[in-house]
């Protein structure tokens, strides 16, 4: 994972251990810093950020030219371990336990667009919370894409949940509402609501949204993005998180993104951790995300020996006379990991008949709603009512698609 990312910083490190540190040097080699970055998925802010960071860093320490490389790179350690230490941490599990003391149910609302795995993700969190030993209700608030309901009730069959919905058209607000109710007389721990993903400059999605969190008042809500969509999953998230103020992000497809970008671009403009990544199609594949693993997928495992600073070693000064001396930076403290028990431990109390089948794919995935509500305005499509007739509509979609989109005759 994240193979441009390391790229990009290592060349960064190894191109300063070989020129003398000039504010001209510096500035070139910023420069070729921020192309990578840019290359990598990485957000203009977070680049800005890093870059004045380093710069002071490089400028206001005296370092051993044989140590420059070494140097720069815990810097950069340092600058991204802040970033995520900004956004702080979120007990998940203990936040469900602590509110299940008090009688009440945990309601998390789902929000993300079409097509990065949002409602895969619930299951994957359902499953998740079923072997912490916490009952889940599922509410289908998505009541406009064709096939949702049908996706989600095969999830929450495959895994022996309740699933509370309507008919497509009815008031999202609404289905939320009934599965809050049907938790707090079934004395049910946990409710997650799944929302509709048209995109996130559509007006009329995030007026439902809003609608739904002034009818149920969700304790969390949590962003659903595609690690692999880049710059497009960093303005999702803006958005998003400019209209709902979501607690905290999902990445799906962690396991295949080379660029690494989205993660640290997420972090620093919303000011919200992430939560989970998801590293395959199993439900158990949803892994809490670790910020020690994510700097040592990008920096490497860290080097015992420490840096060496001006008045450690005495030898090659002669390298670094243009730079100028200030003290030696604070190293930052690293932070306790998160205390969310690993998923992997909970697996091990998974009973074998539960695995569940991996054929759960969305059958309208990859299909832009527009195409979706014209083919079936068209044809007078009526909508799916099972998993069967809702693969059969993709199909037909899809081929009506790949001939130009032709009108009846």
């Known amino acids: 994972m994240f193979e441009n990312l390391r790229e990009a910083f290592s060349s960064a490190a190894k191109s300063f251990s070989e020129k003398e540190l000039k504010e001209k040097d510096i500035e070139e080699i910023l420069f070729q810093l921020e192309i990578s970055l840019l290359e990598s998925d990485v957000a203009s802010e977070v680049i800005d950020s890093i870059k004045s960071d380093l710069k002071e860093k490089l400028i206001g320490t005296k370092v051993n030219k044989k140590e420059i490389e070494k140097f720069v790179k815990d810097s950069l350690i340092q600058i991204i371990s802040a970033l995520f230490d900004a956004a702080g941490k979120i007990d998940l599990l203990s936040n469900i336990d602590s509110k299940k003391g008090s009688g009440q149910p945990y309601l998390i609302l789902f929000v993300g667009i079409n097509g990065t795995g949002k409602t895969t993700t619930l299951a994957k969190l359902a499953y998740l919370l079923q072997k912490s030993k916490f009952s889940v209700v599922v509410a289908a608030a998505d009541t406009f894409r064709a096939g949702a309901i049908e996706q989600l009730r095969e999830h929450t069959n495959r895994l022996n949940l309740k699933l509370v919905a309507q008919n497509y058209g ?181 009973p074998e008949p539960e695995q569940p089948n991996t054929d759960n794919s969305d059958p309208f995935e990859g299909i832009d709603s527009k195409d979706i509500n014209k083919y079936a305005d068209l044809y007078d499509e009526p909508p799916p009512e099972n998993d069967q007739q809702a693969k059969e509509l993709s199909s037909k979609i899809k081929k009506w698609i790949l001939d130009g989109r032709p009108k009846p005759n």
Request: glycine share 4%; net charge negative; aromatic share 6%.
């Open 170 to 350: 009815s008031d999202p607000a609404a289905v939320a509402r009934d599965a809050v109710l049907y938790a707090k007389t079934h004395k049910v721990d946990c409710v997650l609501i799944d929302t509709a993903g048209r995109m996130q400059t559509s007006k009329n999605l995030m007026d439902q949204i809003e609608k739904i969190t002034n009818v149920v008042k969700p304790d969390f809500k949590i962003f659903v993005g595609d690690s692999l969509a880049g710059n497009d999953t960093v303005s999702q998230a803006k958005e998003f998180h400019k209209r709902t103020k979501f607690d905290a992000a999902i990445l799906t497809k962690s396991d295949a993104d080379a660029r690494g970008g989205a993660a640290l671009s997420i972090v620093k403009i919303t000011s919200t951790p992430i939560l989970y990544v998801g590293i395959g199609q199993e439900y158990q594949d949803l892994k809490a995300f670790d910020k020690e693993l994510f700097l040592e997928s990008v920096f490497g495992k860290p080097e015992e020996s420490e840096i060496t600073t001006e008045g450690q070693v005495e030898s090659e000064p002669q390298h670094v006379e243009e730079e100028i001396s200030e003290p030696e930076p604070e190293q930052e403290a690293v932070p306790e990991k998160i205390q969310e028990p690993e998923p992997k431990e909970v697996e091990e109390q998974i």
